[in-house]
């Protein structure tokens, strides 16, 4: 669920979890609204610094990475819906310039979080039925989210069933040099972690054979702030 390669990589300081407390997604956006930090692991032990940051956006957010997301933002003109869309930096940010947007994310706290900041959200998986479907000019896949449930081709074969003809996937990937890489992880903090799930990471070296895989065609990738920006619009 989480763009691995963002997050700095933790000391190996942080560790062992402590007496089997768990944390939901809903618990780790609490946590990122107060600032405080969360990590991810992955089954062979390595772990990183989630982005919460970077998701939280506005102020909380690197200039560096404000200029990544307005590099997203310019790719989504018109009616656009953010799948996974997290605490809503996106969705909201549309919505503040006029462009028809709706976050959807399983998280209910993301949900609150976009709808706190003036955004429009969903409390729905994204596999399931959502509005507008076959309507929508940008599905936006921010933060790595096209590797949600470790199924890139799936994730992208939905985003392509909820756009409009002529519409475009907004897609972030890992830097170029790999293909795709399945990973089973899950979200720790200093007193709780969560439970394992998977998720892929995908370098933009894959995007051509993905975008082929559900046809859609690769017409623009740009790197801003060592972040991906990958736009694949229907054949
Ligand atoms: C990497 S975070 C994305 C953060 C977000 N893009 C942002 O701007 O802050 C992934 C998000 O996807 C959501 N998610 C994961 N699987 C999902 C699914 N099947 N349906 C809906 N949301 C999902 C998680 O709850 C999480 O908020």
Redesign the pocket.
Known sequence: ???LSAGRKAPFVVPARRGGATIS?DAL?RRAAEGLPCWIRDRAGSLWE?PLN????GTASSKQDRRADEQILLACPGPTI??????????AELASRDTPALG????AM?VEMTLRRGGVAIQ?????PLPHSGRWQQV??????I???GDPVRVLRRARELLAPHGVVVAEMDAPGFGVRHEIVRCETAQAVGDW?PWARVSASAAVDLANAVGLRVVNIVEVAQRNIVEMATT
């Open positions: 669920m989480y763009d997604m956006y989630m970077r998701w939280i956006g953010d799948l996974g869309c997290g605490p809503g930096r996106f969705t959807v994310d399983m998280s993301a729905e998986d994204i596999f399931m936006l896949l921010a933060d790595g989210n590797g949600i449930g799930f």
